[in-house]
């Protein structure tokens, strides 16, 4: 089993930043891939960013290059997204998820997930 708990969420104006965190727990908790998934209001949940168990390896959404940055803190068991240069577009919830691999970006691929936490983007 794995908890994970997302933070960090809050209201920006376009062009700002926020780091969101995930935090993880329970057995089997370290060592595994976290990828952040988003969803807007009337759409699919849609992949944006994962890490690998080490931090060496991440993979991004095309629309987030350049401004997301995704790391982790292995001592914390805490992934982190950085988001940067914030668009009214990235409004939505945003949930972190258990994967079995950095490169998976099905939503249904997924093992275990968060509550999530929103993000509002004001233009």
């Known amino acids: 089993q794995v908890q994970l708990v997302e933070s960090g969420g809050g209201l920006v104006q376009a062009g700002g930043s926020l780091r969101l965190s995930c935090a993880a727990s329970?057995?089997?908790?370290?060592?595994?891939?976290i990828i952040w998934f988003r969803q807007a209001p009337g759409k699919e949940r849609e992949f944006v960013a994962a890490?690998?168990?080490?931090?060496?390896?991440?993979n991004y959404l095309g629309s987030v290059k350049g401004r997301f940055t995704i790391s982790r803190d292995n001592a914390k068991n805490t992934v982190y997204l950085q988001m940067n240069s914030l668009k009214p577009e990235d409004t939505a919830v945003y949930y972190c998820a258990v994967g079995g691999s950095y490169l998976y970006t099905e939503s249904t691929s997924m093992a275990y997930w968060g509550k999530g936490t929103l993000v509002t983007v004001s233009s």
């Open positions: 890490i690998n168990w080490s931090g060496g390896s991440t």
């Open positions: 329970g057995r089997n908790s370290r060592n595994v891939a």
